[in-house]
């Protein structure tokens, strides 16, 4: 195994964004990607990291950069500040998304009929509003994500849906769960909720506050599976 990363530059509009690839050169043929939803931070590194995951799975991980210019607040009112915009305007957001998604797929390592994206806190927005503006995804899966659906015109949900979800979450209310599994039972599509009990928000920051180990290896091991049920097994897991 031999994994290489390297940022990449593209753009929405005039609005340029640097995302960051990882892959095996090892591996000659082209491979299923798996794009990457960052957190409020932006394009840190715990997207990289989850990107590398991927490449070590056999996979091309790309971390999006929904900010553009490699934006990354420094404190928490910073955050707030850059990641608002993009929630109050889902319009804007699913552009950037799919700018970043069209980027990867242009890759030469990337085999564009065989994409996925998953995605943390604002990210695991981010994954389940590109699922449902009817992107060829064949999975979108979401970590501790916002769950409130855009106002935006209803689409198919082509892709396979994993929600992994904090029922002790600070940030989405009881009720949101349910809101969401009737939107998706709603369209139809092959979606799981999975909800960890005495689980708070960003259970999967290893150096954060509110992370609990046994809901972070669970639904990694969830999301492992379902990669590897729609993609068939690519490298090690």
Not at 102 to 117: G, I, P, R
Not at 127 to 133: G, H, K, P, T, V
Request: glycine share 8%; aromatic share 8%; hydrophobic share 45%.
């Amino acid at each position: 195994m031999n994994i290489t990363t390297k940022p990449v530059e593209y753009f929405d509009g005039k609005q340029k964004c640097v995302g960051y690839i990882a892959w095996d050169e090892s591996v000659v043929s082209k491979r299923p990607c798996v794009l990457i939803g960052h957190a409020w931070g932006g394009r840190d590194s715990h997207a990289e990291h989850k990107a590398i995951q991927m490449a070590a799975m056999g996979y091309v991980g790309f971390a999006l950069d929904v900010y553009g210019d490699h934006k990354l607040p420094e404190n928490d009112d910073a955050k707030m500040a850059t990641m608002m915009p993009f929630i109050e305007d889902r319009k804007a957001l699913l552009s950037r998304l799919k700018a970043g998604m069209s980027a990867a797929a242009k890759l030469e390592q990337v085999d564009a009929d065989n994409m996925a994206m998953m995605g943390y806190c604002f990210g695991g927005l981010c994954a389940l509003d590109m699922a449902r503006s009817g992107a060829d995804l064949k999975a979108a899966i979401s970590f501790h994500g916002l769950l409130g659906a855009p106002d935006l015109p209803p689409k198919n949900i082509k892709a396979k849906i994993l929600v992994a979800h904090g029922w002790d979450d600070n940030m989405v209310a009881p009720e949101d769960v349910l809101t969401l599994q009737k939107e998706l039972a709603g369209k139809k599509c092959d979606y799981q909720v999975l909800a960890f009990g005495n689980t708070d928000h960003a259970f999967t920051v290893e150096d954060g506050p509110l992370y609990n180990a046994d809901s972070a290896r669970r639904s990694w091991q969830a999301a492992a599976a379902l990669l590897d049920e729609t993609f068939g097994l690519h490298g090690t897991v």
